[in-house]
């Protein structure tokens, strides 16, 4: 048989295994006319030494690099199924459209999809890496050092031959352990895996947890999926109820399950812009106040705080604070820190029933309300700024001129009250410092009175 002919032959039956077996590949014959073959395949599979696997993408394409016999010295083409391929290597494309062209022999190309490429090792690479493997020999310290190189070559599956030789060589290496995934426990080295396990811990995903943690994230999934269903459930009780239906009003007044309450919260919070009339956005803040779960407090305070609707406002801020008055007033004094003046001044008003004098500096903090404005100086000075004004809209420059920040100072009447309240007969206005030394002259005791007497 002549060169040719077994050439011949040969390209043959490797572009028979790859139309049956490869992935996103495209493979030609120079002879050929330069045919392009295109092959598909549902997906790389992976290459495995089980007899009873069908061959892989990965699996038949690394065959090839025993086929073809004239490859000497060739970069190497590794494939996500598994595998490689050598020879002569340049990619075409970008992105998507990204393939690595393989000239295995002077008549046989290859072009791999890049998404099925996971790495290409050039011919240098390779003849370094065999120079340091047989400079590493049965030297532990030499093989490890051998495994970093390889890490930072993206040389995985070298990296690890090489971690494992060297505690076949040196048992108690600890840095090879270590990136084996080993720990030591009572002179005994073991998998990480089998040691969380002997602590009772479980694996969830890439975590490992305590079984109580578990039972707590396995809840929380559960009530995850619950709340899910309960809004798609309100929804539609919500629109029967606002089309007349009492059947579905009544159904939505006689909620009791604790799951609810994410669903019912999140009626609540737009309800006012959806136009739902004030009788239903009570019956949610009521729903809230009797299930007492997940985001109810919360939102009760938030409600209470903001609210455009005074009944619902005033209704919602009582039961919040009827509820649990500890978190809703820290709810309040949070927002006594908000850059805007009104929530300000809405958070000093909820809290004036509920002044604590070991809340003082935090009142005194919002005594004044600093906020940035842009101010235009130079030509067009005093016309309307850039940017979003208070009110939301999008106001434009004059021509020319140059636009600073400045600070601009708000007092706030009602903080001014609330710090009142808990220091009767006590009046320094806005003055900041004079209150802060005032609150801090009740909490230090005069120096005269520490002394102990003769």
Same mark, same amino acid.
């Given at each position: 048989?002549?060169?040719?002919?077994h050439?011949?032959?040969?390209?043959? &039956?490797?572009l028979a295994?790859?139309?049956?077996?490869s992935?996103?590949?495209?493979?030609?014959?120079?002879?050929?006319?330069?045919?392009?073959f295109?092959? &598909?395949?549902?997906?790389p599979?992976?290459?495995?030494?089980?007899a009873?696997?069908?061959p892989?993408?990965g699996?038949?394409l690394?065959?090839l690099?025993v086929?073809?016999?004239?490859?000497?010295?060739?970069?190497?083409?590794q494939?996500?199924?598994?595998?490689?391929v050598?020879?002569?290597?340049?990619?075409?494309?970008?992105?998507?459209?990204?393939?690595?062209i393989?000239?295995?022999?002077?008549?046989?190309?290859?072009?791999?999809?890049?998404?099925?490429?996971?790495r290409?090792?050039?011919?240098d690479q390779?003849?370094?890496y065999?120079?340091? &493997?047989?400079r590493?020999?049965?030297?532990?310290?030499?093989?490890?050092?051998l495994?970093?190189?390889?890490k930072?070559?993206?040389?995985d599956?070298?990296?690890?031959?090489?971690?494992?030789?060297?505690?076949?060589?040196?048992?108690n290496?600890?840095?090879a352990?270590?990136?084996?995934?080993?720990v030591?426990?009572?002179?005994?080295?073991?998998?990480?895996?089998t040691?969380?396990?002997r602590?009772?811990?479980?694996?969830v995903?890439?975590?490992?947890?305590?079984?109580?943690a578990?039972?707590?994230?396995?809840a929380?999934?559960?009530s995850?999926?619950?709340?899910?269903?309960?809004i798609k459930?309100?929804?539609r009780?919500?629109?029967?109820a606002?089309?007349?239906?009492?059947?579905a009003?009544?159904a939505?007044?006689?909620i009791?399950?604790?799951m609810?309450?994410?669903?019912i919260?999140a009626?609540?919070?737009?309800s006012?812009?959806?136009?739902?009339?004030?009788?239903?956005?009570l019956t949610?803040?009521?729903?809230?106040?009797?299930l007492?779960?997940?985001?109810a407090?919360?939102?009760?305070?938030k409600?209470?705080?903001?609210?455009?609707?005074?009944?619902v406002r005033e209704?919602?801020r009582?039961?919040a604070?009827e509820?649990?008055?500890?978190?809703?007033?820290?709810s309040?004094?949070?927002?006594?820190?908000?850059?805007s003046?009104?929530?300000?001044?809405?958070?000093?008003s909820?809290l004036?029933?509920?002044?604590?004098?070991?809340?003082?500096?935090?009142y005194?903090?919002?005594?004044?309300?600093?906020?940035k404005?842009?101010?235009?100086?130079?030509?067009?000075?005093?016309?309307?700024?850039?940017? &979003?004004g208070?009110g939301?809209?999008l106001?434009?420059?004059?021509?020319?001129?140059?636009?600073?920040?400045?600070?601009?100072?708000?007092?706030?009447?009602?903080?001014?009250s609330?710090?009142?309240s808990?220091?009767?007969g006590?009046?320094?206005g806005?003055?900041?410092?004079?209150?802060?030394?005032y609150f801090?002259?009740?909490m230090?005791?005069?120096?005269?009175?520490?002394r102990?007497?003769p």
């Amino acid at each position: 048989m002549s060169r040719h002919t077994h050439s011949g032959s040969c390209h043959a &039956f490797i572009l028979a295994l790859l139309c049956r077996h490869s992935s996103s590949l495209l493979a030609y014959d120079r002879r050929e006319s330069r045919q392009v073959f295109r092959l &598909f395949c549902s997906r790389p599979k992976l290459l495995t030494s089980s007899a009873t696997r069908k061959p892989s993408c990965g699996g038949i394409l690394g065959t090839l690099g025993v086929l073809v016999m004239s490859q000497v010295a060739a970069d190497t083409v590794q494939l996500s199924g598994g595998g490689h391929v050598s020879g002569d290597v340049r990619a075409i494309g970008e992105g998507n459209d990204r393939y690595v062209i393989v000239q295995m022999d002077p008549d046989l190309v290859v072009a791999i999809a890049g998404t099925h490429v996971t790495r290409i090792v050039t011919n240098d690479q390779l003849a370094r890496y065999k120079d340091l &493997f047989h400079r590493a020999g049965n030297d532990a310290e030499r093989n490890y050092q051998l495994s970093l190189w390889c890490k930072e070559n993206n040389l995985d599956r070298q990296a690890h031959f090489h971690l494992a030789k060297t505690v076949r060589l040196e048992p108690n290496h600890k840095l090879a352990r270590a990136a084996l995934g080993y720990v030591k426990e009572q002179n005994e080295w073991v998998s990480y895996e089998t040691s969380q396990r002997r602590q009772g811990m479980v694996k969830v995903q890439t975590r490992w947890v305590l079984p109580e943690a578990l039972a707590d994230l396995t809840a929380r999934e559960e009530s995850n999926l619950q709340s899910k269903l309960w809004i798609k459930k309100l929804d539609r009780l919500v629109s029967k109820a606002l089309r007349g239906d009492r059947e579905a009003l009544a159904a939505i007044n006689a909620i009791a399950d604790p799951m609810a309450a994410t669903a019912i919260a999140a009626q609540l919070e737009p309800s006012a812009k959806r136009n739902q009339p004030r009788s239903l956005r009570l019956t949610w803040v009521r729903l809230l106040a009797k299930l007492q779960a997940g985001p109810a407090v919360a939102t009760l305070a938030k409600t209470g705080l903001l609210d455009q609707d005074d009944v619902v406002r005033e209704e919602a801020r009582r039961l919040a604070m009827e509820i649990n008055p500890v978190s809703t007033a820290a709810s309040y004094r949070n927002w006594l820190r908000s850059p805007s003046v009104k929530q300000v001044r809405a958070a000093a008003s909820a809290l004036q029933d509920y002044a604590d004098p070991a809340d003082a500096m935090e009142y005194v903090d919002a005594l004044v309300t600093v906020v940035k404005k842009k101010i235009q100086q130079g030509p067009g000075q005093g016309r309307t700024q850039a940017g &979003f004004g208070s009110g939301g809209g999008l106001g434009g420059f004059a021509a020319g001129g140059t636009v600073i920040e400045k600070d601009q100072r708000y007092t706030n009447p009602e903080v001014l009250s609330l710090v009142k309240s808990v220091a009767p007969g006590i009046d320094y206005g806005y003055d900041q410092q004079k209150w802060r030394r005032y609150f801090a002259s009740l909490m230090n005791p005069p120096v005269s009175d520490l002394r102990r007497d003769p």
